[in-house]
């Protein structure tokens, strides 16, 4: 089993606050889809049991949009989306990697994923494993 590092992040403004239990190098997901594209979001997808918010859930607002499934929350006070429930992953949580603080990681992999056509292209997702 990899080992895992605590990695932490939030919003812009501090008030939203988490950490994730994730390796210390690590592949993400660049998704063309047009919320992801518009806030230049990358992918970090882990079970939600590695995931834990630490401050800030009053601040936080939800966006669902087309098929509800996929829940987005900003923080009320400076609009960053710095995690959601993803559509494709329903029992995960993405992380935005530009919003985990410096120095506990690396990245070595950024996979590109068309989501502007996400139905023909769903099965290329990697599933989500809890142990990994």
Same mark, same amino acid.
């Given at each position: 089993?990899?080992?895992?590092?605590?990695?932490?992040?939030?919003?812009?403004?501090?008030?939203?606050?988490?950490? *994730?239990? !994730? /390796? =210390?190098? $690590? @592949?993400?997901? +660049?998704?063309?889809? @047009?919320?992801?594209?518009?806030?230049?979001?990358?992918?970090?997808?882990?079970?939600?049991?590695?995931?834990?918010?630490?401050?800030?859930?009053?601040?936080?607002?939800?966006?669902? $949009?087309?098929?509800?499934? !996929?829940?987005? $929350?900003?923080?009320? !006070?400076?609009?960053?989306?710095?995690?959601? *429930? /993803?559509?494709?992953? /329903? +029992?995960?949580?993405?992380?935005?990697?530009?919003?985990?603080?410096?120095?506990?990681?690396?990245?070595?992999?950024?996979?590109? $994923?068309? =989501?502007?056509?996400?139905?023909?292209?769903?099965?290329?997702?990697? /599933?989500?494993?809890? +142990?990994?």
């Amino acid at each position: 089993m990899e080992q895992y590092v605590l990695h932490k992040g939030g919003c812009h403004c501090g008030k939203v606050r988490y950490e *994730v239990d !994730a /390796p =210390g190098d $690590f @592949s993400v997901t +660049d998704c063309n889809c @047009s919320i992801c594209t518009k806030s230049g979001y990358l992918h970090l997808i882990v079970h939600k049991s590695r995931f834990r918010l630490l401050s800030g859930e009053d601040n936080l607002q939800k966006y669902t $949009f087309d098929t509800h499934e !996929a829940q987005h $929350f900003f923080c009320t !006070a400076c609009g960053i989306k710095s995690f959601y *429930v /993803p559509r494709s992953h /329903p +029992d995960g949580i993405s992380v935005n990697v530009h919003c985990l603080d410096e120095g506990t990681f690396k990245l070595i992999t950024v996979n590109h $994923f068309d =989501g502007k056509n996400w139905e023909a292209n769903k099965h290329k997702l990697t /599933p989500l494993n809890q +142990d990994e």
